[in-house]
């Protein structure tokens, strides 16, 4: 499975055309929201996958440009917008909801306006969640479940179980970033992604600057370089859409 899905990595590259691959485990069937099947943890898949994820997305040109980047090379990745970003993000939902069909993009809830879970009462912790889950099935037509990123990597165990009894068990960290979820050179997010772009990680990236949409065709010979398969969050653990 994840032969075929690097082949068609490498070949959309090659060819500049956008991959079609199906998602792991089949073709994705356009379904009502729903939460997954599957939300045990299970190792990495064998191989050498690599996690993009990318947060926020306050600025609409650098949106449009990480969602251009994904359909002209078929890279997977996944998505963490805020709803509170609406605006950033709807212009280009017609062209991510195929992407998201057919398993190549998957979003993940990093709650709709970004605040401090840590700071917050427990229905505001849920309300975040709840409402910005609600943003991504009427925007994107599919769930975040069972994936949600805390803003500024805020959590603890109080509101891991909201977030778990929301329906939201899974917090997904990172273990590599590009550093720039403020404004940073093109040098330094280029360091960041030669020293974080390796096997088994998730790696952070933010939606909210430009600079990084000068770094896409170094970023993918990285990756390619490296012989690096970018999955999504259900093909890094395990999980499927049903
Ligand atoms: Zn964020």
Do not use: C, K
């Not at 060819?15 to 729903?34: D, K, L």
């Not at 190792?43 to 306050?58: E, K, N, Q």
């Not at 212009?91 to 398993?103: E, M, S, T, W, Y």
């Not at 952070?204 to 990756?223: C, E, K, R, Y």
């Amino acid at each position: 499975m994840l032969g075929v899905g690097l082949a068609a990595w490498l070949s959309g590259w090659a060819a500049g055309t956008v991959s079609a691959a199906p998602a792991r485990g089949g073709p994705a069937i356009p379904a009502p929201p729903a939460p997954v099947a599957s939300a045990q943890p299970t190792p990495p898949p064998p191989g050498r996958p690599i996690a993009l994820t990318v947060d926020d997305g306050y600025a609409p040109q650098v949106v449009a440009g990480y969602v251009e980047f994904a359909r002209r090379t078929g890279v997977h990745l996944t998505f963490s917008p805020n709803g509170t970003y609406g605006r950033a993000w709807a212009p280009q939902a017609a062209v991510l909801r195929p992407l998201i069909d057919a398993g190549q993009v998957q979003i993940m809830n990093h709650t709709y306006s970004h605040r401090w879970l840590t700071r917050i009462p427990a229905g505001q912790v849920r309300e975040e969640l709840e409402r910005n889950e609600q943003w991504i099935a009427a925007t994107f037509a599919t769930s975040s479940r069972p994936y949600w990123r805390p803003p500024f990597g805020a959590h603890n165990p109080a509101v891991d179980a909201i977030a778990r009894d929301t329906g939201f068990p899974r917090p997904v960290m990172w273990s590599g970033s590009y550093g720039d979820s403020t404004v940073v050179t093109p040098q330094f997010l280029l360091d960041q992604a030669r020293r974080y772009l390796t096997a088994g990680r998730i790696v952070l990236g933010h939606a909210n600057h430009p600079t990084v949409l000068g770094l896409f065709d170094q970023i993918t010979s990285i990756m390619r370089d490296r012989g690096l398969q970018p999955v999504t969050l259900d093909e890094f653990f395990g999980t499927r859409r049903r």
